[in-house]
């Protein structure tokens, strides 16, 4: 018999904002497998045991935990955000589908959880109120041009944006071309919000106009949120600002 391998997101990095069901897989798991800082933020009991490991290194994690697991421990496998969404669910079943075949029969759950532009948009009022989709600015697992292309057609397809991964010292350039190409397709004055570490002390919520967008407003803890041409903002005199993306979508007559 194999163990259980539970896949959790530790939610944005507030607390609270760390599922029920993800707090009980922690209680049910013996091996907690993940990045350094993810795992940090679980309050481990004495006899459960932290397997934690640097970036960049999610598939060999992921293949750790399934082999733990195999052997029946109870593994737990630690993302920030939700699991889901480009974190480590993905890892494992890429594991699983390479891997030995008694790697398949691991009973594994993967539990939902918060991921950040979820985050980010109930502070600042509910920009992905109508449709939108979140892109990867990292090219380290997919060539840039097709990062470009997918920006350009979303954009002109009038979707909100969510950028994650948008800039760190190794990729210092990618989100400066992103407002680049988002501007050939957008208004100026499209919302452009900076949503840093939304929920933590820390947290840093800004919103400017893509013409005046700049990528040094961001770093590896900021989501990007675009808005669409429909996308408006709420001026508050004695509050912030509340950006939202209407519901229903006004077609122009023919």
């Given at each position: 018999?194999?163990?259980r391998?539970?896949?959790?997101g530790t939610?944005?990095?507030?607390?609270?904002?760390m599922?029920?069901e993800?707090?009980r897989a922690?209680?049910?798991?013996t091996?907690f497998?993940g990045?350094?800082p993810?795992i940090?933020?679980l309050?481990l009991?004495?006899?459960?045991?932290?397997v934690a490991?640097?970036?960049?290194e999610?598939?060999?994690r992921a293949?750790?935990?399934?082999?733990?697991?195999?052997?029946?421990?109870d593994v737990c496998?630690?993302?920030?955000?939700?699991?889901g969404?480009?974190a480590?669910?993905?890892?494992?079943?890429e594991a699983?589908?390479?891997g030995?075949?008694?790697?398949?029969s691991?009973d594994l759950v993967v539990?939902p959880?918060?991921?950040?532009?979820?985050a980010?948009?109930?502070r600042?009022?509910?920009?992905?109120?109508?449709?939108f989709c979140?892109i990867?600015l990292?090219?380290?697992?997919?060539?840039?041009?097709?990062?470009?292309?997918?920006?350009?057609?979303?954009?002109?397809a009038g979707l909100?944006?969510?950028?994650?991964?948008?800039?760190?010292?190794?990729?210092?350039?990618?989100?400066g071309k992103a407002?680049e190409?988002?501007?050939?397709v957008l208004?100026a004055g499209t919302?452009?919000i900076f949503?840093?570490?939304?929920g933590?002390p820390?947290e840093?919520?800004?919103v400017?106009?893509?013409?005046?967008?700049?990528?040094?407003?961001?770093?590896?803890?900021?989501c990007?949120?675009?808005?669409?041409p429909e996308?408006?903002?709420?001026a508050?005199?004695?509050?912030p600002d509340l950006?939202?993306?209407p519901r229903f979508?006004?077609v122009?007559?023919?």
């Amino acid at each position: 018999m194999t163990g259980r391998l539970h896949v959790i997101g530790t939610g944005p990095g507030n607390p609270d904002q760390m599922t029920p069901e993800a707090l009980r897989a922690v209680e049910a798991s013996t091996e907690f497998f993940g990045y350094f800082p993810y795992i940090d933020r679980l309050n481990l009991r004495p006899d459960q045991i932290k397997v934690a490991s640097d970036n960049r290194e999610e598939l060999n994690r992921a293949e750790a935990a399934l082999k733990r697991a195999a052997a029946g421990v109870d593994v737990c496998v630690v993302s920030g955000g939700d699991p889901g969404v480009f974190a480590m669910a993905a890892a494992v079943c890429e594991a699983i589908d390479a891997g030995p075949e008694e790697w398949k029969s691991v009973d594994l759950v993967v539990v939902p959880g918060v991921t950040a532009m979820l985050a980010v948009a109930a502070r600042i009022g509910a920009p992905l109120g109508h449709d939108f989709c979140a892109i990867s600015l990292s090219d380290n697992l997919k060539p840039w041009e097709i990062i470009e292309k997918r920006l350009r057609m979303v954009a002109d397809a009038g979707l909100v944006i969510a950028l994650y991964n948008p800039i760190s010292k190794a990729r210092p350039w990618q989100l400066g071309k992103a407002f680049e190409i988002l501007r050939e397709v957008l208004p100026a004055g499209t919302p452009v919000i900076f949503g840093r570490a939304a929920g933590r002390p820390d947290e840093r919520m800004l919103v400017m106009p893509l013409g005046e967008a700049e990528a040094e407003r961001a770093d590896m803890a900021t989501c990007v949120v675009i808005g669409s041409p429909e996308t408006r903002i709420i001026a508050r005199p004695d509050l912030p600002d509340l950006v939202y993306t209407p519901r229903f979508l006004k077609v122009p007559s023919k």
